[in-house]
């Protein structure tokens, strides 16, 4: 979104016309910010052989799904719900990877009958895997590389104590099964966090994955994951991809020659490709003055955009109705019934009743955590590809809310 002489737009149109359109509260995704992340990845990792699967968990509408397959990118699901999304969305099942976590083995063998690649992080798993598919169905495994790093604590998923892959101790008890099983290990895969922004991190990962590579023979690719830091605040650091691109490229290649063969390279980001390109755009119901603080109340909540009250997450809030305005403190709070900030103490350009204000950076982990809570309907969704606005998801309305309920005849 862009400031243009008095009007905020995206790719040309009036946010505010897209907002009178279809009404708020309302995501809007830009798709030529989605593409030049795309591109941007690719271009600093273009002397390697590089695959990237979007994690599609952070933003799962199948428009968009759809447009990331034209931009020649696979998917990795977490869910095979997911990935029959991204099979609707047009890939083909070698373009999806299933990297679930603690699921029952009927969804892995759900995956495997659609043909999408599979990644285990555990051992009882790679045990049934074994057991089921021999050496019929290769697999990847996920490491527990042993690294803290990500943003706030609970997206850090890399360290001892993390649920999330099988710890390096236990690599003697993998070998143990494939050689049990015959098992065909295709891949290696670490994801370490969310919003990393130190790119020792990702090197540290990498020489994990090299070390331990050198285990396993029948390799095809290997994967470090997502969790590129994106920029929030103005004035943020984000991961420099140029410099990360060159430094682990060179550290692949190395380990390449080493191997003995060229593996594929691998990445499944998130925020990176679907943050930036995405704004909530929701209108101030009133402004609330009170001794010590001003109130902006808007018609949304931490039901549509939960990242503020989950992770202490700053999302910037720009007033798009009244640009000129005066600088005014506010707290920018939502319509639920618990406390639901979405931003506190923030200089806005003065805020009136039915003033449209765009949270920015919501396209990752925005709408997918969004939730019915108070019996609120979930926002709509619109694409804005190749300067025209269409809607992607309709809002909400009371059938949503009743969907599946049942009303007892007592
Ligand atoms: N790969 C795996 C296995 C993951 O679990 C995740 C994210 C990603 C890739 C993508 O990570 P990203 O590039 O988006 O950082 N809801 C939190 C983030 C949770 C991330 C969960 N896994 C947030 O809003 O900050």
């Not at 977490?78 to 099979?87: I, K």
């Not at 021999?134 to 998923?157: D, E, S, Y």
Request: hydrophobic content about 40%.
């Amino acid at each position: 979104m862009q400031l243009s002489g008095q009007q905020y737009q995206i790719q040309g149109l009036n946010v505010l016309d897209i907002c009178q359109q279809f009404g708020t509260p309302l995501y809007v995704y830009d798709a030529d910010v989605i593409i030049r992340q795309i591109n941007n990845l690719k271009s600093a990792f273009n002397t390697v052989p590089l695959r990237i699967k979007f994690a599609c968990k952070a933003l799962t509408n199948i428009s968009v799904l759809k447009l990331m397959q034209t931009q020649g990118i696979g998917i990795d699901a977490v869910s095979v719900a997911e990935a029959r999304q991204a099979l609707l969305a047009g890939f083909k099942p070698k373009d999806i990877t299933f990297t679930s976590n603690g699921v029952d083995f009927s969804e892995i063998q759900e995956a495997v009958e659609l043909g999408v690649s599979i990644n285990v992080d555990n051992l009882p798993t790679l045990e049934l895997f074994g057991k089921i598919f021999g050496n019929t169905v290769p697999c990847c495994i996920r490491l527990k590389p042993n690294i803290r790093a990500g943003g706030n604590a609970k997206i850090q998923v890399g360290h001892e104590h993390s649920k999330f892959g099988i710890p390096l101790a236990q690599l003697p008890d993998v070998h143990t099964l494939v050689t049990k099983y015959n098992i065909v290990i295709n891949g290696l895969h670490i994801h370490t966090g969310s919003d990393i922004l130190d790119p020792e991190a990702f090197i540290q990962g990498a020489n994990v994955l090299f070390t331990v590579a050198k285990e396993f023979p029948d390799l095809a690719f290997i994967d470090f994951g997502g969790g590129f830091k994106v920029g929030y605040k103005k004035g943020d650091k984000t991961t420099n991809m140029p410099d990360l691109g060159e430094k682990l490229s060179a550290a692949f290649k190395e380990f390449c020659k080493d191997y003995g063969r060229e593996l594929e390279m691998w990445f499944e980001p998130g925020k990176y490709l679907v943050s930036e390109c995405g704004v909530l755009f929701v209108k101030a119901n009133q402004v609330k003055q009170t001794p010590s603080i001003t109130f902006v109340q808007v018609n949304s909540g931490l039901n549509h955009l939960i990242r503020p009250m989950m992770y202490d997450a700053y999302h910037e809030i720009v007033n798009v109705s009244n640009p000129a305005g005066e600088l005014k403190t506010y707290d920018v709070v939502g319509y639920i019934c618990e406390t639901d900030t979405l931003g506190s103490d923030r200089q806005l350009n003065e805020v009136r009743a039915d003033d449209v204000l765009a949270l920015l950076n919501a396209g990752a982990y925005g709408f997918t955590m969004s939730s019915q809570y108070n019996a609120r309907f979930r926002p709509a969704e619109v694409l804005v590809y190749k300067g025209e606005a269409r809607l992607i998801r309709e809002r909400e309305t009371m059938e949503d809310i009743l969907r599946n309920q049942i009303l007892l005849d007592f």
